[in-house]
Nanobody
């Protein structure tokens, strides 16, 4: 059974940084597409960043240059380093995994592409 556990959320002031972690278990970590999504009340969950098995990354335009997704295969963990945070980055952040394919292709921001989800971690950025 695939399990994803996020951590690292919290409250920061505008311009600050946070690093989210997502520990994965229950599958061969080397074959996957991993994604970070975020959601605010009343809005659809949106893709923030994706990374596939060979380390290729994709980002939403709203976070390019500020967020970095990375992975540590030895620890079965994917990270989201968030710098220069803005109040509009405030959301619940979710980690997601697809273990059917070893590449995200163009689906990294599509919720339906991912079969497995973490419980979410809250990020709050104050002005």
């Amino acid at each position: 059974q695939v399990q994803l556990v996020e951590s690292g959320g919290g409250s920061v002031q505008s311009g600050g940084s946070l690093r989210l972690s997502c520990a994965a278990s229950g599958y061969t970590y080397s074959s996957h597409c991993m994604g970070w999504f975020r959601q605010t009340p009343g809005k659809e969950r949106e893709g923030v960043a994706g990374i596939d098995s060979d380390g290729s990354t994709s980002y939403a335009d709203s976070v390019k240059g500020r967020f970095t997704i990375s992975q540590d295969n030895a620890k079965n963990t994917v990270y989201l380093q968030m710098n220069s945070l803005k109040p509009e980055d405030t959301a619940m952040y979710y980690c997601a995994a697809d273990v059917t394919y070893d590449t995200c292709s163009s689906s990294w921001s599509v919720m339906q592409f991912f079969a497995y989800w973490g419980q979410g971690t809250q990020v709050t950025v104050s002005s």
